[in-house]
């Protein structure tokens, strides 16, 4: 099992800010792996992202690293 630290070595935000997440509407963080994988984590305001918009843009993700559409 791998520590939560070692995922996220950094803190994402500031210090003098604890809590910016509230005040954002569109936040995105990229982790890539030694193995060459990477995870893709988001959050969103419902405001500018609905759900069918999040499915889409994961989907779109999921083709251009895979090299095509994806297979249902």
């Given at each position: 099992?791998?520590?939560?630290?070692?995922?996220?070595?950094?803190?994402?935000?500031?210090?003098?800010?604890?809590?910016?997440?509230?005040?954002?509407?569109?936040?995105?963080?990229?982790?890539?792996?030694?193995?060459?994988?990477?995870v893709?984590?988001f959050?969103?305001?419902?405001?500018?992202?609905?759900?069918?918009?999040?499915?889409?843009?994961?989907?779109?993700?999921?083709?251009?690293?895979?090299?095509?559409?994806?297979r249902?």
């Amino acid at each position: 099992m791998v520590a939560k630290d070692e995922l996220l070595p950094h803190p994402i935000y500031p210090a003098s800010n604890p809590h910016p997440k509230d005040s954002l509407i569109l936040l995105f963080h990229v982790t890539q792996f030694a193995c060459g994988g990477f995870v893709v984590g988001f959050h969103f305001s419902h405001a500018v992202v609905d759900g069918p918009d999040a499915v889409q843009f994961m989907t779109t993700v999921r083709e251009i690293t895979r090299d095509g559409p994806c297979r249902r």
